[in-house]
């Protein structure tokens, strides 16, 4: 909130170091799955000890909870708690249709594709670092509020844009890294890029209007959810690798669609 960037990327890039050189002795040493994720892990707890440190600056650590804000901050978690908790569940949708219904090929190639979403890590960051904090603080003005809506918009769609752009032109470069098991499967990465790349700007658009305390109802998300599928299966066969990738496009332009008439009633409905 108080855009102190300089001071948490420095705590961020300690956490990423740490994490990196524990995670490679480790790997070596015991190589195991489980002390691979507590090595990861312990960075992080770190990182949060810093965190506290830094908090000093703008904070006093020593000062009572406001009831009302308590109040207020409980009543934010009742409402986005089932829209995380079926998020939470749906994420792993895909795997589970492939799972029950698919084949293991398929089910391996949507794992090792997935790989891929992490770039869409580097937004995110950037995101719910300098631009969430400063959508939060603007004041009550219709004008304003549309005007960084709609620039930040565009910041979302010229990233995925330019994702989408180096999968389409260097697709076999990128499965090289997967193995030559995956060289067949461009058209399949482009798809759940495609899917990745949607998502992240519903969720970045959800974000947005979440840091001024607006949320969807959840019995619209899961029901949005619930009829994607229900509708994908009477047009792709979601036995198969493709049809999966087709039902969430599918999921997450709906999802996006319903995010702007969401977010756009909320900032229209403003009187200033």
Not at 216 to 227: A, D, E, Q, T
Not at 246 to 253: D, E, K, M, N, R
């Amino acid at each position: 909130l108080h855009q102190d960037i300089a001071t948490l990327q420095k705590n961020q890039l300690i956490i990423g170091l740490g994490r990196l050189v524990l995670t490679v002795l480790v790997l070596f040493i015991f190589p195991w799955t489980a002390i691979i994720i507590l090595a990861s892990g312990i960075p992080q707890i770190y990182g949060n000890s810093r965190l506290k440190i830094i908090n000093k600056k703008f904070v006093e650590g020593n000062q009572k909870p406001d009831p009302k804000i308590r109040k207020e901050i409980l009543g934010i978690v009742a409402k986005i708690l089932p829209n995380v908790i079926f998020y939470a569940l749906s994420g792993q949708i895909v795997i589970w249709i492939l799972s029950v219904f698919g084949n293991s090929t398929d089910l391996a190639s949507v794992g090792a594709l997935g790989r891929f979403a992490a770039l869409m890590a580097f937004f995110t960051t950037i995101s719910g670092t300098l631009f969430l904090p400063r959508f939060s603080r603007l004041e009550e003005n219709k004008e304003t509020l549309l005007k960084y809506f709609l620039f930040f918009q565009l910041i979302l769609f010229l990233a995925a844009g330019a994702i989408i752009l180096i999968v389409f032109l260097f697709p076999h470069q990128m499965l090289w890294l997967l193995g030559a098991s995956y060289n067949s499967l461009s058209s399949e990465l482009f798809l759940i890029m495609l899917s990745n790349c949607i998502g992240l700007i519903t969720a970045m658009t959800g974000n947005l209007m979440g840091s001024r305390g607006h949320f969807l109802n959840p019995v619209m998300v899961i029901g949005l959810n619930i009829g994607a599928v229900i509708m994908a299966y009477f047009i792709w066969d979601l036995t198969t690798l493709r049809g999966i990738l087709y039902y969430s496009i599918l999921y997450q332009i709906i999802s996006l669609i319903v995010n702007y008439v969401f977010s756009f009633s909320i900032i229209l409905s403003n009187k200033e």
